[in-house]
C-alpha cells in the first residue's frame, strides 16, 4: 500500500506590531519551517510601515485606531475574525495582548493554543501609576494563561514567576542572534585610531532605558560620542534635552535602521550600553535583545545592576555593571570602560567564547521541544 503524505500543520503567530523589527518571532517561523510546520506571521500595517519581505506568508492588517483600549479591541476583534476563518492547525499568541483573540478561537476551533511572552506584560513601566488599566490586563492573564497547552519566554526570572503564579510549565527561550548570520567583526573594523570613542545604545527610545542618564552623563565625558540607535515616545522629549544641555556633538540620533544597517553600526561601537531602570518586575527582570547584539558584535557592554543582566556579564566578564545612573559617577564608570585596557582586553578575549555559546541555533532546541507534542 502506498503510503500517505502527512498534511503541513500550518501555524499562526500573532504579534501587535506591524513584524519590521521583531526578529523574534522571524526566528520562531523560521525555525517551524525548518521542523515542517507552514508558519504564517500575522501583524499591523501602519501607514509609516515598510514593505516586508519573508520566506514565509505574512498577514498585515490596517487599523482604525492606534493607541488606547480601543486599539486592543480593535485588533483582538480583526484577528479573531481572521483566525476564525483560517484553517490554522496551532495559534501562537505573542505577548498578553494578543492572547483573548488567540484563546477564543482556540477554543471555538478546538486547536492547541501555544503562548510565547516577550515579557512581563502586567509589570510594564506603561502601566505604573494606572491601577486600572493595570488590573484589567492581570485580570486578563489570570484568566488565560493557565488555559494555554504551552508556554515558554525570555528569562529564567519571567518562568519562575509565572509558574508561581498560575502552575504554568514556562519554558525559556531567550531571544538570541542567528549566530550562522552574523558577520565576524575584523581587527581592522574595531581598531580605530584618534577617533572619539562610540558609546551605543540601540533600540527603542522609551521610559524606563536609561537612555536619559547616559545623555546627561554626557556632560562629563570627553573623546566620546553617544549613538542613539533606535525611535520611540521619548525622541522629541530626548532630542529637546540634548539641545538645552548644548551637546549636539556628543551626542547622535540614528534613528530606526533596517537590521543588517544596524548590525553595521553595532561593530562600530567600543561601548554598548543597556541601563534599563528598576520600574517595575518587567525591567528587573530584562535580558534584552541589545546587549547579545552587541556581545555578537564583539563589543563590550555597560549593563544595569538588574540580575539577568548581570549574570550574564558577571558569567562571561564581558563588561562592566553600572551600580548607579547618577551622571557623574555614570560618566566615570563610561570612561574606565572606553579606557582600562586590561580590562578591554579581558573583555575582548572572552566575547568570542560568549558570541559562540549565546546563539539561537543552541536555543532552539528548547523551542523545538516545545512544538514537538503538536507535530
Not at 519573508?54 to 476583534?77: D, W
Not at 505577548?95 to 483573548?100: K, S
Not at 538588574?306 to 559617577?329: C, F, N, S
Request: hydrophobic residues 45%.
Amino acid at each position: 500500500m502506498k503510503q500517505q503524505k502527512l498534511a503541513v500543520k500550518k501555524v499562526s503567530l500573532s504579534v501587535i506590531n506591524d513584524l519590521m523589527t521583531d526578529n523574534r518571532v522571524h526566528k520562531v517561523a523560521v525555525s517551524l519551517q525548518q521542523m515542517g510546520f507552514e508558519p504564517v506571521l500575522v501583524g499591523r500595517l501602519l501607514p509609516e510601515s515598510q514593505s516586508v519581505e519573508r520566506n514565509y506568508p505574512i498577514h498585515r492588517m490596517k487599523l482604525v485606531f492606534r493607541k488606547g483600549p480601543m486599539f486592543y479591541f480593535e485588533y483582538n476583534l480583526r484577528l479573531f475574525f481572521y483566525l476564525l476563518k483560517s484553517d490554522f492547525d496551532i495559534l501562537v499568541a505573542n505577548d498578553l495582548d494578543t492572547l483573548p483573540a488567540n484563546y477564543l478561537v482556540s477554543r471555538i476551533r478546538k486547536k492547541p493554543l501555544i503562548y510565547d511572552s516577550h515579557e512581563y506584560f502586567t509589570e510594564v513601566p506603561e502601566l505604573i501609576g494606572r491601577p486600572v488599566v493595570k488590573a484589567i490586563w492581570t485580570k486578563l492573564e489570570k484568566l488565560l494563561v493557565p488555559r494555554v497547552d504551552a508556554a515558554y519566554t525570555v528569562c529564567d526570572s519571567i518562568a519562575e514567576v509565572y509558574h508561581d503564579l498560575y502552575g504554568v510549565d514556562f519554558k525559556v527561550v531567550r531571544n538570541l542572534p542567528v549566530c550562522s548570520q552574523l558577520e565576524i567583526p575584523s581587527p581592522e573594523i574595531t581598531e580605530k585610531s584618534d577617533e572619539p570613542k562610540i558609546i551605543l545604545y540601540q533600540g527603542a527610545l522609551n521610559l524606563g532605558r536609561g537612555i536619559e542618564a547616559a545623555i546627561r552623563a554626557m556632560q562629563y565625558m570627553d573623546g566620546a560620542v553617544l549613538w542613539l540607535a533606535g525611535d520611540g515616545d521619548l525622541t522629541a522629549q530626548l532630542k529637546q534635552m540634548v539641545a538645552e544641555l548644548k551637546l549636539e556633538p556628543k551626542v547622535k540620533f540614528l534613528g530606526r535602521l533596517p537590521l543588517g544597517e544596524l548590525s553595521r553600526i553595532t561593530r562600530q561601537a567600543d561601548l554598548g550600553i543597556s541601563l534599563e531602570e528598576d520600574l517595575g518586575l518587567n525591567y528587573r527582570f530584562a535580558l534584552p535583545n541589545k546587549l547579545f547584539d552587541y556581545i555578537q558584535a564583539g563589543v563590550p557592554v555597560l549593563v544595569s545592576n538588574l540580575p539577568e543582566m548581570r549574570h550574564i556579564v558577571d558569567h562571561y566578564q564581558i563588561g562592566v555593571i553600572a551600580e548607579t545612573h547618577q551622571r557623574k559617577d555614570l560618566a566615570e564608570i563610561m570612561k574606565k570602560a572606553l579606557l582600562d585596557q586590561e580590562k578591554i582586553s579581558l573583555w575582548k578575549q572572552n566575547l568570542p567564547l560568549a558570541a559562540k555559546e549565546l546563539c539561537w541555533e543552541n536555543e532552539e532546541e528548547i523551542l523545538r521541544e516545545v512544538y514537538r507534542r503538536f507535530v
